[in-house]
């Protein structure tokens, strides 16, 4: 198992430009989620998606978009690039049960900068 | 709204001597709490978690920490460091009703380990 990847690693973008954060998971699991992660600031949720076909925002959702027509993938778009987007980015997966904890798994992070 | 306040930044501790972390959240029912550790560069990995039953929860790498309700606290320990300790460091805590599952991070405190 990769258990959770991410792609790119690294990306600079120029403001104004879009680009797709890449997340895939092969663990089969229902939820998943994008945090983003700046100095002083902990992680802070953006999206999440209980399954295939569902999403929901989560704490800072504003400037990115998501959707989920596989179970396996979750990509994270940025439309039009802000400074304020530049921050470390995590997705997490994990499985799913009502009332329970699974955990989430994270993969290793992409790292973004907006000129 | 559940939060987390981890109240210390930065840690310094030397080797071989014990650490204890802090952390306090704010939760209307009973709470899951996390514990993760970033080591720079990487992802989060669990240390531990708390759900329910015994209040004093084991993890990995030797790490400890101890439920405490009236004060709404879930501090980490660990009673001797080692230098491959050091990391950031995050307490969260979870809700997982079925439909709404959100982790909410503290800020974090970075460790750092003196020979």
């Known amino acids: 198992n990769a258990g959770v990847t991410q792609t790119p690693k690294f990306q600079v973008l120029k403001t104004g430009q879009s680009m797709t954060l890449q997340c895939a998971q092969d663990?089969?699991?229902?939820?998943m989620s994008w945090y983003r992660q700046d100095p002083g600031m902990g992680l802070r949720l953006i999206h999440y998606?209980?399954?295939?076909?569902?999403?929901d925002q989560g704490e800072v959702p504003n400037g990115y978009n998501v959707s989920r027509s596989t179970t396996e993938d979750f990509p994270l778009r940025l439309l039009s690039a802000a400074p304020s987007q530049t921050s470390v980015y995590f997705c997490?997966?994990?499985?799913?049960?009502?009332?329970?904890?699974?955990?989430?798994?994270f993969g290793p992070g992409t790292r973004l900068t907006v000129l | 709204a559940q939060s987390v306040t981890q109240p210390d930044i930065h840690i310094t501790v030397s080797e071989g001597a014990s650490l204890e972390l802090r952390c306090n959240y704010s939760?209307?029912?009973?709470?899951?709490l996390f514990w993760y550790v970033q080591s720079p560069g990487q992802g989060l990995q669990l240390l531990l978690k708390?759900?329910?039953?015994?209040?004093l929860v084991q993890g990995i790498k030797g790490f400890e920490a101890e439920f405490k309700r009236s004060q709404s606290s879930f501090n980490l320990r660990k009673p001797s460091v080692h230098w491959s300790d050091a990391a950031e460091y995050f307490c969260?805590?979870?809700?997982?009703?079925?439909?709404?599952?959100?982790?909410?991070f503290g800020t974090g405190t970075r460790l750092t380990i003196i020979p």
């Open positions: 969260a805590v979870g809700s997982f009703n079925f439909g709404n599952e959100k982790l909410t």
């Open positions: 663990m089969n699991h229902e939820y």
């Open positions: 939760y209307g029912a009973t709470p899951y």
């Open positions: 998606s209980v399954g295939a076909g569902i999403t």
């Open positions: 708390y759900f329910s039953g015994d209040t």
């Open positions: 997490a997966s994990s499985e799913r049960a009502s009332g329970a904890y699974n955990e989430q798994f």
